[in-house]
């Protein structure tokens, strides 16, 4: 399953345009995400993905969980947003 990273900075369009790639070869998508304002952008970028994927006749359903990730040497909680066909 692939692994997608958004930031605070992210665009949600940009995101939403690459979980609606995803979903369509894969059938599912993880999204990762620290902090609020990533999270903020995680989740347009979801709600703008499953716009583009309704047309099609397809829904999404969103499963998150934490996740404890190292990056520098320190210990972070992520949240991770598991993004997949239903």
Known sequence: M????VSSQSKPNLVAGAIAGII???NK???QTIGAG????AVKGIAI???YIA??????ICIPFF????????VRTAIVITVEVR
């Open 2 to 5: 692939k692994l997608l990273k």
């Open 24 to 26: 369509r070869d894969e």
């Open 29 to 31: 998508v993880q999204v």
């Open 38 to 41: 990533a999270l903020n952008q």
């Open 49 to 51: 993905a499953r716009g």
């Open 55 to 60: 047309p099609t006749g397809q829904d999404i």
């Open 67 to 74: 996740k404890d990730i190292e990056i520098n040497g320190e």
